[in-house]
């Protein structure tokens, strides 16, 4: 079954630690996107990538770092830097061309500061 | 400016009724498409329906219909027959034709009672 995996599930981050979550995708699909969702609010962009080595920063990049080297990975680093990391982290990827193309998502990473 | 807008407080509906869930949106670009998702208490956002700013005919998805009114920037979803399992947040979103980023709304909230 084509799908997006993201691990871990839960993910708990010390004061000052750089924190990992993965995201790899077997749909073939170019484009991959992050976002994060604080309690009862909407998804908010933080980066996208539309094609391999190359990626660009949402509305809310400060404070994330992110990669992708191969079509099917897109990992998100949350770095000491971003000072309210507490929130649910949710990739997605999608045909790159088309206004009619869905976004298909993971099923989410919780991160919390210990 | 906010592009997608959904302003409804949360709503209970009883099982097997229709329920109709707002959403507004705001773009200059003639190209655009609105999507529908469901998000359950467990997290994953789930693809329900798309609407084509060049589509004639309002799209239908088994019990969901998008009613959409162009002139009016509006692209209403509406479930027909709630079941228990439609209980969760419904997103409102669009993608540009100038980009591929989804911009989302700030969810409705939906629960169905027996």
């Known amino acids: 079954d084509g799908g997006i995996t993201q691990s871990p599930k839960y993910l708990f981050r010390k004061e000052g630690q750089n924190v990992t979550l993965s995201c790899e995708q077997n749909l073939n699909h170019d484009a991959m996107y992050w976002y994060r969702q604080d309690p009862g609010q909407g998804l908010r962009l933080i980066y996208y990538s539309q094609i391999v080595n190359d990626f660009q920063k949402g509305d809310i990049a400060e404070g994330y770092s992110v990669s992708r080297e191969k079509k099917e990975s897109f990992p998100l680093t949350v770095t000491s830097a971003q000072k309210n990391p507490t929130a649910f982290y949710l990739c997605?990827?999608?045909?790159?061309?088309?206004?009619?193309?869905?976004?298909?998502f993971g099923d989410g990473t919780r991160l919390s500061i210990l | 400016a906010q592009k997608i807008t959904q302003t409804q407080p949360g709503m209970f509906v009883q099982e097997k009724e229709a329920v109709t869930l707002d959403c507004t949106y705001d773009?200059?670009?003639?190209?655009?498409?609105l999507f529908w998702y469901k998000q359950p208490s467990s997290g994953e956002m789930i693809f329900l329906i798309y609407?084509?700013?060049?589509?004639?005919q309002n799209a239908t998805e088994g019990r969901y219909s998008l009613n959409f009114q162009k002139a009016r920037k509006s692209a209403n979803l509406v479930i027909s027959a709630s079941q228990l399992g439609d209980s969760a947040m419904y997103f409102c979103a669009m993608r540009e034709g100038r980009n591929n980023r989804l911009a989302f709304g700030k969810g409705n909230q939906v629960v169905v009672i027996p």
């Open positions: 609407q084509g700013s060049y589509d004639q």
């Open positions: 997605a990827s999608s045909i790159y061309e088309g206004v009619n193309q869905p976004q298909h």
């Open positions: 773009t200059s670009d003639p190209s655009y498409g």
